[in-house]
């Protein structure tokens, strides 16, 4: 059974620090591009990150590049995503998704090229 899931959300000051994490269950991630998208109460869903399926390229939405670091380890399974002087603004909830490196084609990350999804962990950036 194929499964993405998300872990290292949580309630963090403004200029905090977080590690997102998705890991991948019943299939390597070796030959998937991921993703990372956010939805904040009361707004569409957004692309955050991208990363290829070789590592190579990587995405970044204007709102966190700089701060934000998309990684993979492929020995474990997984993607990171490394989030650094946190901003209320970042409050949402964070999804991974993997897909083709289709899905990194464009501007941070295309929806319509990713195949899974995982359930999404919260963030929270409040003082």
């Known amino acids: 059974q194929l499964r993405l899931v998300e872990s290292g959300g949580g309630l963090v000051q403004p200029g905090g620090s977080l590690r997102l994490s998705c890991a991948a269950s019943?299939?390597?991630?070796?030959?998937?591009?991921i993703g990372w998208f956010r939805q904040a109460p009361g707004k569409e869903r957004e692309g955050v990150s991208c990363?290829?399926?070789?590592?190579?390229?990587?995405n970044y939405a204007n709102s966190v590049k700089g701060r934000f670091t998309i990684s993979r380890d492929n020995a474990e399974n997984t993607v990171y995503l490394q989030m650094n002087s946190l901003k209320p603004e970042d409050t949402a909830v964070y999804y991974c998704?993997?897909?083709?490196?289709?899905?990194?084609?464009?501007?941070?990350?295309?929806?319509?090229?990713?195949?899974?999804w995982g359930k999404g962990t919260l963030v929270t950036v409040s003082s």
């Open positions: 990363i290829s399926s070789s590592g190579g390229l990587t």
């Open positions: 019943g299939f390597t991630l070796d030959y998937y591009a």
């Open positions: 998704a993997a897909g083709t490196d289709y899905a990194c084609s464009g501007y941070v990350s295309r929806d319509d090229g990713m195949d899974y």
